[in-house]
Each structure stands twice: as structure tokens, then as C-alpha cells.
């Protein structure tokens, strides 16, 4: 489906979904589909009009009539992508020789920058997907959430390196497949709740699910992961490759005998 919604058009939609109040993300998409064509594109987002919105939640009702004008004018901004870095999404900043991130402003405060990763920067690490609604929490259903926050973890670092929205991958034929898709490039992912048919296929993707029911920050949960990747548990030990910590003291028995 990459060809029906591109990556930034699909932020565009969410945050202007969310703007008008009740109206779902998808039946946003199908509207704007149907009036402007596929592929949905930036440049085709920037020609919505509030006239051409009202039109559009009107005949499709999407959402009740009589929205009031400074909403529709807010979501064509976010439409047109004026906003969107000042959204509660983390925004992206740009790090300066690699280590430390230059200024950015937020929208909030106390959220953090998406930073540049390239492969190598953090050594022992793996890459953990965070299912989440609401800026940097881990408040998401895999098969609901709106976003995934992809981290590099490290014992010594947890970068957040990417957010994937999932508009695109719920327009799939079978969207628990795309959106394990969306994060097949991770070894491990977080979220508050998961059906049977799906972990089944996040597994075929190569991805190990961990259900964190009672949800919270994302960070909180990672730090809890770091303090594993010093002596990984066996699970964890067979994502990065290495020999679980549990079974390590038996290794140094044995090797002390041979010796």
C-alpha cells in the first residue's frame, strides 16, 4: 500500500483527525482518497481548502455537520504540514558530530528529540519498537496504536531514533501483517496488549512481543530492558546472539574444571 498514503501524509492526516475531535483516521484517509485520488500525497494534501473539508466531512459523514470554522481551519494547516513539528509527537532534531543534540523546541518540554543513529554508534545494542498513542508513552494495542517509537537500546543508552505512523499499514488487506512490517527491523516490541492472530505474525516477523499491560512511559520500561541487557535473561539472550547471564555462572564452573 505504499503507493496509496505517503509517510508524511499519513502524520498530516492523523494530526488533523485528531484536531476535528471523534473522527477515525481511516475514514479521514478514505475521504481525502476519494476527492483528491490516489496516490495521497504532501503536495495534493497542500490544495485541501476548509471549503473542501467541509465538503468532505459533510457528504462522507465522518463527523457531525457544524464543526466549528477555527477547528477546519487548524486541520487544513496540519493537512498543508504547518504545526506538524509542534505537535505532541517527539520532534526531530539534528545531532552535532554525533554525540550531543543540538537545540530543539517542543512542543512540551519534557519530550525528547528523534536522533540520528547510524549503525555502530551504540555497541551491545538492539532495536525496540513501543507501541503508543500519546507522545512518548507506551499506551498502544499493536493492532490499534497509532504510532510505533523505535528505539536503539544500549546498557548504556536508549536512543529514540524513528517514529512510523501506522495509517499507511491499516489500509493493508491484512493490516496486523503490515504493521509487522512496519517494525521488522526490531528485535523486540512493547505494547499493552496483543490479540493471538497478531503475535503470531509479529513472531513470523522475526520480532519477539512483550505485553507490558499496565503500560506508562516507554523510557521506564527501557530502562528496565538496559539493566536485562547486562545479564540477558534467555529470551533476550537469543535476540542479541549471545549467551544468557542466568546460564553464565555454570559456563565459568566448567570452564574452571577443564582448566
Known sequence: MSQSITREAALRVALAARELGEVPVRDLV?????????????????????ADLQVILQGDDVVETGTPKDQLKQA????????????????????????????AVYADGD????????????????RVACASNNGELLDGHFGSCERFLIYQVSPAEA?????????????????????????????VVYVQSIGGPATAKVVRAGVHPVKIGAGGTARDTLVQLQRALNSPPPWLARIMGVEAGSLAKFVAAAEGAEA
Open 30 to 50: 478514505s475521504a481525502l482518497a476519494e476527492r483528491l485520488d490516489l496516490p495521497l500525497t504532501e503536495a495534493k494534501l497542500k490544495t485541501v481548502t476548509v
Open 76 to 103: 487544513v494547516r496540519l493537512l498543508w504540514g504547518e504545526g506538524v513539528a509542534h505537535s505532541d509527537l517527539p520532534a526531530v532534531a539534528v545531532y552535532a558530530d554525533g554525540d550531543l543534540p543540538a537545540v
Open 111 to 126: 519530550l525528547p528529540a528523534v536522533a540520528v543513529y547510524a549503525d555502530g554508534d551504540l555497541p551491545g545494542s538492539i
Open 159 to 187: 536512543r529514540l531514533i524513528d517514529l512510523r505512523p501506522t495509517p499507511e499499514a491499516d489500509q493493508a488487506e491484512d493490516r496486523n501483517v503490515a504493521r509487522a512490517a512496519l517494525i521488522n527491523d526490531c528485535q
